[in-house]
């Protein structure tokens, strides 16, 4: 039994309660497909263009963010870094602080932002 890793019951729970892919999302998702409408990919912030987010669908103002484990600083898998740790650590704390701000300003201007982490399944 590998106790660093939730199982895959809490996991589907865990993915359930966070609230970024529920099924009223999906239906979205799919209303959207079904209208094709095209999302656009690494999409500049409006009002902050040195950031970008990984899809967007402009004209419904929806910002995804696919984000990485390590560097987004994922609680279910908390890095593993020996070398250089508080380095890293700084890092996705900045990362962390980062997409806090953008995702409060695309909801400051109206946008919804979903996020998904890379270990949910696509
Ligand atoms: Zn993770």
Redesign the pocket.
Known sequence: MDYTRPSSSVRRRMQRTRGHDNPFERAVRSRVYAKGIRYRIHYPIPGMKRFTCDLAVPGLKIAVFLD??FWHG????PPSVKKNRVFWLEKIARNQARDIGVRGHLEKIGWTTLRF????PV
Request: aromatic letters at 10%; charged letters at 20%; a negative charge.
């Open positions: 990485g484990c994922c609680t279910m898998h982490w890379e270990h949910e």
